[in-house]
Structures are given as structure tokens and as C-alpha cells.
């Protein structure tokens, strides 16, 4: 965890003039890893939904498609084929919608950390990820 925090605090923001962020290419990268463990979790933190605005609704400099031509369906599909469990955090309304849209194609648990009425919620969260209560990775039809 030192390392993770080291190079975290190394990053310095860009403003790219618009909310969403390249999310989808960092999905990218992660479905194309050689998952081999038995314990397969990737948690996804962001306040900002991907590009594409069928996914949020606020100011998109690419409302249609990802800048790159990434296909989240498919990126979601590689990632549900190789048993990995995936969690978002939920540091915002931000990410709601683009949630519920990743939700249609395979499960992902949602770890809330802005919900302060709900420090238990909160809580046993961290608790499920730390402890890696996972739900069973189900495949969806296509």
C-alpha cells in the first residue's frame, strides 16, 4: 500500500476542459492483464464517469463515443470472461449513472465513501473489500 500511495501522491492533474476522464482506457489496459490468481479484484476509484454521454450528463468534449474508440461492452465482457471481480468507488453523484449502465452488462460491487449518514455503510464496505467477501462472479447472457 506504501507504493500505491507513493504514486498516487506523484500524480499531478491536467485540466482537460471537460468532467469526464479517460476512464475507459485505464479499463482497457486492466482487462488486457494476465489475470491468473485465484483471487481475481480490481477496484476502479474516479469521481469522474468516462466519456460519452449516455453515461452522465454534463459538458462532454466526446458525447458519442471515447476518444479512442473504446467499446466499454467489450472492455466489461473481458473482464467478466477472466473472473474478475470489479468495484467502483462511489466518491460522488458523478459516477451514478455510468454505474448503473456497467451494472447492465456484469456485477461490480460499489464501495459508497460519501455517504455520511451511512458511516456502518461505509464500514462494512471496506470491510467486504479488505476481508475480499466477494460476490460470485456471474456471466451475463449475450
Known amino acids: 500500500l506504501d507504493k ?16 469526464p476522464e479517460d476512464l475507459l482506457a485505464g479499463m482497457e489496459v486492466l482487462s488486457r492483464l494476465d489475470w491468473t490468481a485465484a483471487m481475481r ?60 449502465e456497467f451494472q447492465k452488462q456484469i456485477p461490480l460491487r460499489v464501495l459508497d465513501l460519501c455517504s455520511p449518514d451511512e458511516p456502518a455503510q461505509v464500514e462494512d464496505g471496506l470491510g467486504d473489500l479488505m476481508e475480499l467477501r466477494l460476490p460470485p462472479v456471474t456471466h451475463v447472457n449475450r
Request: charged residues 25%; aromatic residues 10%; contains cysteine.
Open 4 to 19: 500505491v500511495a507513493e504514486f498516487v501522491q506523484a500524480l499531478v492533474p491536467k485540466d482537460g476542459y471537460d468532467v
Open 41 to 100: 479484484v480490481a477496484v476502479v476509484v474516479t469521481d469522474a464517469p468516462c466519456h460519452g454521454q449516455h453515461f452522465h450528463f454534463l459538458e462532454d468534449n466526446f458525447p458519442y463515443e471515447d476518444p479512442h474508440g473504446l467499446v466499454p461492452d467489450e472492455i466489461l465482457t473481458r473482464l467478466s470472461d477472466q473472473d474478475v471481480s470489479l468495484w467502483f468507488t462511489r466518491l460522488g453523484s458523478a459516477t451514478d449513472r455510468m454505474v448503473k
